[in-house]
């Protein structure tokens, strides 16, 4: 892939001709650091200005509610883009790009790089952060988080692909990669280094320095505990949080992630 700088990187970026992610043919993603390390040099050069949800005309003296870098103003949107963004503080960070078909409840943000694909609904209190990937039809639930690459500086971003149920209040981080249709759990919170025991194949499952934690594909994970190591724990009977593939996605499953068509009808134009 050729490396961009600058607008032409953040063009790249809002058009998805250009992703920190790519799937290859053999499942696996390769991985654009470089992308990452250019947002950074952006932030770095850029002036802070002032800068609004409705103004265009950015300027460093005006008075204003919000002021951010200049390379990185909230993105508009025309009918042409097909997506769906309910008033109520929900912002789109430049850079980011939202297929046609995205759904965005209010609040919610989205930040630089992230990649969002079609009929995929963020709901409120959700955060896409930097660079994160997100598959086609996925429901990202209330106050979900999706974990960024810019702070603390993270190699690998978080990715969640296709048709992933990703329950409320739950949190993905580090780089962490979820398989598609795989089902998070409402409270589940994953980083590179939870341990993820899954019940029905017998295995444990954790990231490592080369590989990000993996969750299978239509793994269905919920909230677990194990003992803590070492006497005066255990003596105590302290746990410590772990996750656990409880199943793998059946018809029960389905029914109660299923999303709902009419919330995503009419949005790309005609
Ligand atoms: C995971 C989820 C979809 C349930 O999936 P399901 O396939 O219907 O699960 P089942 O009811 O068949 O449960 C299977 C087993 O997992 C357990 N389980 C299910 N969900 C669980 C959860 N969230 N936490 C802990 N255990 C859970 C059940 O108790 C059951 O265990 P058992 O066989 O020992 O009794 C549901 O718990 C969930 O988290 N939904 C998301 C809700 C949400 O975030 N909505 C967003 C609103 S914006």
């Not at 503080?89 to 919610?108: D, E, K, N, T």
Request: charged content about 25%.
């Amino acid at each position: 892939m050729k490396k961009l700088e600058g607008a032409a990187l953040l063009d790249a970026l809002e058009r998805g001709s250009v992703r920190i992610a790519e799937r290859t043919v053999d499942g696996s993603w390769t991985i654009h650091g470089w992308i990452r390390d250019e947002l950074l040099a952006l932030f770095r050069s850029s002036e802070i200005i002032a800068q609004g949800l409705e103004q265009r005309d950015y300027t460093y003296d005006r008075p204003s509610a919000f002021r951010d870098k200049r390379a990185f103003p909230v993105r508009h949107f025309g009918p042409h883009d097909g997506v769906r963004i309910v008033p109520g503080g929900s912002a789109v960070r430049r850079g980011a790009y939202l297929a046609p078909g995205v759904v965005c409840m209010p609040p919610m943000y989205v930040n630089v790089g992230a990649y969002i694909g079609t009929a995929t609904l963020i709901d409120s209190h959700a955060l896409v952060g930097s660079c994160a990937q997100i598959g086609e039809r996925v429901h990202i639930s209330a106050a979900a988080q999706i974990g960024g690459v810019l702070e603390p500086a993270n190699a690998r971003p978080v990715i969640i692909e296709d048709e992933c149920f990703i329950g409320g209040n739950t949190g993905i981080y580090e780089g962490v990669l979820v398989r598609k249709g795989a089902v998070i759990a409402a409270g589940v919170v994953l980083t590179a280094s939870t341990p993820v025991f899954d019940l029905i194949k017998q295995t444990e499952l954790r990231g490592t320095r080369e590989s990000p934690l993996e969750i299978p594909e239509r793994a269905v994970v919920v909230n677990g505990s194990r003992p803590v190591g070492g006497a005066w724990g255990g003596q105590r009977g302290l746990q410590v949080a772990c996750a656990l593939i409880i199943k793998y996605r059946d018809e029960k499953t389905d029914r109660a992630t299923a999303l709902e068509s009419a919330l995503r009808e009419g949005l790309v134009e005609r």
